[in-house]
């Protein structure tokens, strides 16, 4: 079945599934997928070691093994999925996007663009909990504000307005604590109707919940 990080690259990874999700809970517009090109993070982790970061190649990769970069004409929209409750979520945005502008400026990107791209960064949490990281970053001394998108916020009625494989997964993510209704999902046509690679990260996410 391959790992849970392994499902969320292959499944979250995908230019449409960003698309729709920042075009339905950030953006309110309609960005085209096929207009969007993956960016390589590395350039920008090794900026952020020339700023004087103790932190190895290897370890900003592990750090942001599920962050998905991608570019379209004006803007960067970077996409953070986690599956665990950490306060220190929007310090890694932050720094991502510290990295990503220093990056941008060296490359002369900004001039022949007319200026910085403004890059909208999310955080997905695949939780069915309620991470109250709006309230802490709020509490923060620190200027800097985050999207954050979660299953557990989502209205069921918004979650079927979706494709039904992101609605899918989201919905299975928000009612995954309670066993009854995960195994009646897992029994539904709704799930018989999806995608391999949203089933296969079904699954990965339904295992960890069983040995939690």
Not at 17 to 27: K, Q, S
Not at 81 to 91: L, N, Y
Not at 131 to 152: K, V
Not at 178 to 196: C, I
Request: with cysteine; aromatic share 12%.
């Amino acid at each position: 079945m391959g790992s849970l990080d392994d499902a969320i690259r292959d499944y979250f990874g995908q230019p449409e599934v960003i698309a729709e999700l920042f075009n339905r809970f950030v953006l309110n517009v309609e960005l085209n997928p096929s207009e969007m090109t993956p960016v390589d993070v590395i350039p920008i982790f090794n900026k952020l070691k020339d700023y004087g970061s103790k932190l190895t190649l290897e370890k900003f990769q592990h750090i942001y093994r599920k962050l998905f970069l991608m570019k379209i004409e004006k803007l960067y929209c970077a996409l953070l999925v986690e599956t665990e409750i950490s306060d220190a979520s929007p310090i890694k945005l932050c720094l991502f996007e510290n990295g990503l502008y220093a990056t941008e400026i060296e490359t002369w990107d900004c001039i022949n663009n007319g200026g910085l791209l403004p890059c909208y960064t999310v955080a997905l949490y695949l939780s069915p909990e309620h991470c109250h990281l709006r309230e802490t970053a709020n509490e923060s001394p620190y200027d800097y504000s985050f999207y954050m998108i979660e299953p557990a916020e989502i209205s069921d009625g918004t979650i079927a307005e979706l494709s039904k494989d992101l609605g899918g997964i989201l919905y299975f993510v928000k009612i995954s604590d309670d066993v009854r209704k995960r195994q009646e999902f897992l029994s539904s046509e709704a799930y018989a109707r999806m995608g391999d690679s949203v089933k296969k990260l079904i699954h990965c996410f339904s295992d960890c919940m069983i040995t939690q």
